[in-house]
């Protein structure tokens, strides 16, 4: 049998891990498709930067940084798929006739896979982030449980990583 002590080091050990996957696969914070997302974000009405954030995050539970968002807006801009108006003291974006069209592909289902380029950005942005929420439980066994529960808390994190696998493993 382990120590009390040994079983708080593996628990963080297995917290640490966790981010450093989540990290090297792209992150919690990284959508595999920032351009949709803005795109998509703007077919409703125009906005300012941080509303394009903010329709991302109410749509995906992913909250984009600036530094992911403003250089993506001005991207389109350049490719002439997005239009910028200075109103006040912001920038408010809108989608052009060929963003417009751009951003209605990206909600049409693909022939092949029946799913539209949206869904697989909210789809794949919803498993980091379960795992980030993970993390954070593991964290907080790690810091306040007993020895016990974090003994406990260590066979979880291994079970929930062997399922994962497996998960990979079906045909």
Do not use: C, N
């Amino acid at each position: 049998m382990r120590s009390p002590a040994s079983h708080g080091f593996d628990l963080w050990e297995a917290v640490d891990g966790l981010r450093e996957t989540l990290a090297s696969a792209g992150g919690w914070r990284t959508p595999p498709d920032v351009r949709t997302a803005v795109l998509v974000s703007l077919r409703g009405e125009p906005l300012h930067g941080y509303g394009v954030i903010q329709a991302i995050e109410e749509r995906t539970g992913w909250r984009p940084g600036p530094g992911e968002v403003y250089p993506m807006l001005q991207q389109l801009v350049d490719e002439q798929l997005v239009v910028s108006v200075q109103e006040g003291e912001r920038k408010v974006f809108s989608l052009t006739e060929t963003g417009r069209a751009a951003a209605e592909a990206a909600v049409e289902p693909d022939a092949a896979s029946g799913e539209s380029m949206h869904e697989r950005v909210s789809r794949h942005a919803a498993l980091p982030k379960a795992g980030a929420k993970l993390a954070q439980a593991a964290a907080v066994v790690a810091q306040s449980g007993t020895p016990e529960q974090a003994e406990r808390a260590v066979a979880i994190l291994d079970e929930a990583r062997r399922k994962l696998y497996a998960i990979l493993a079906e045909d």
